[in-house]
């Protein structure tokens, strides 16, 4: 009987592990249905955004609208194989473009985003899609 409750016990831890590293089972905005990694990357983007927003912006639709593009750039900029480490030039590609993004959402909505800030963002995010998209 204990090593079928130690069983389900690990069942249990694992399933918590991967929520929290995959940040899917968060309370997330609508336009996220379906969008699986994309609810990733908006656990990500509303961490590091929360104390940065200003105080009267829905952070959670401006978090999930951020997500949104850039699981969007990265399905747009991936290719075969493209986590392994002689397709560097891919990813160096997404950090790129991602940062481009960050950068005019911090212009035109008026975020207090950081360069580390940014990086955060980006890193944390590829290393989901490195994981979730694999080619």
């Known amino acids: 009987a204990q090593r079928i409750t130690d069983a389900e016990y690990l069942k249990t831890v694992a399933s918590a592990m991967s929520a929290v590293r ?36 829905d952070g959670t639709a401006v978090s999930a609208g951020i997500a949104l593009k850039i699981d969007d750039i990265i399905l747009d900029s991936r290719i075969v194989n ?22 005019e959402v911090k212009n035109g909505q008026s975020i207090l985003l950081t360069f580390s800030d940014m990086d955060s963002i980006i890193e944390q995010c590829l290393d989901i899609a490195r994981l979730r998209y694999k080619s």
């Open 22 to 57: 995959d940040r899917t089972d968060e309370d997330t905005h609508g336009s996220l249905r379906g969008r699986e990694v994309a609810k990733a990357f908006f656990g990500v983007v509303r961490d590091v955004l929360q104390p940065l927003l200003p105080p009267d912006t």
């Open 82 to 103: 493209w986590t392994t480490p002689s397709n560097t030039d891919v990813q160096n590609t997404m950090r790129t473009r991602i940062e481009d993004y960050l950068h």
